[in-house]
């Protein structure tokens, strides 16, 4: 059974870059997509971006000047970088995995359990 | 695209039908998800292709619509269905609805 845990710092200084990693278990990083959702307190879920095994990506428009998304097959990681954080960058971040193909699209069907980010000085 | 959730609270008792309505800003295709998610949990996915059960959600639990209009239907409320629910769309990119949340 496929499992994701999130890792990185729960504090970022305003201005720099929140870094966060996502460990693939139980099964393989390759043939599936991987993404990155967040939510802020009391808010609703945001996709950030996907990358798939093979190494393209795709970002949200509202957030791709700054943001990262890579893989680390060898390791069965992927990460998220994000520049110039600010105070609206805090929430809970999310990686998650879907599979789709060219007339299915099967969801976000394996999540984390999230790591809470802070944006403060 | 945007989706659009309706309506933002929704009230009702155990043994109650919950009808969660998700509209999409254009027109889409049928690549449309929802999720529960319950305080502290990441969100869960309940439906994908728009009327798919994922694996291990219960029949009481169905999703219908096409075009611009899609509905997650939750027949006869178990007390662990109160929570909050989300629809989701992959077009070019992936978005989610601003989310339902069903109470007692």
């Known amino acids: 059974q496929v499992q994701l845990q999130e890792s990185g710092p729960g504090l970022v200084k305003p201005s720099e870059t929140l870094s966060l990693t996502c460990t693939v278990s139980g099964g393989s990083i390759n043939s599936y997509y991987w993404n990155w959702v967040r939510q802020s307190p009391g808010k609703g879920l945001e996709w950030i971006g996907y990358i798939y095994y093979s190494g393209t990506t795709n970002y949200n428009p509202s957030l791709e000047s700054r943001v990262t998304i890579s893989l680390d097959a060898s390791k069965n990681q992927f990460a998220l970088q994000l520049t110039s954080v600010t105070a609206a960058d805090t929430a809970r971040y999310y990686c998650?995995?879907?599979?789709?193909?060219?007339?299915?699209?099967?969801?976000?069907?394996?999540w984390g359990q999230g790591t809470t980010v802070t944006v403060s000085s | 695209i945007v989706l659009t959730q309706s309506p933002a609270t929704l009230s009702l008792s155990p043994g109650g039908t919950a009808t969660l309505s998700c509209r999409a800003s254009?027109?889409?295709?049928?690549?449309l998800a929802w999720y529960q998610q319950k305080p502290g949990q990441p969100p869960r996915l309940l439906i994908y292709d728009t009327s798919n059960r994922a694996t291990g959600i219960p029949a009481r639990f169905s999703g219908s619509g096409s075009g611009k209009d899609f509905t997650l239907t939750i027949s006869s409320l178990e007390p662990e269905d109160f929570a909050v629910y989300y629809c989701q769309h992959r077009s070019r990119w992936l978005t989610f609805g601003g989310g339902t949340k069903v109470e007692i």
């Open positions: 998650a995995r879907h599979v789709e193909g060219v007339q299915y699209f099967y969801g976000l069907d394996v």
């Open positions: 254009l027109t889409v295709s049928g690549y």
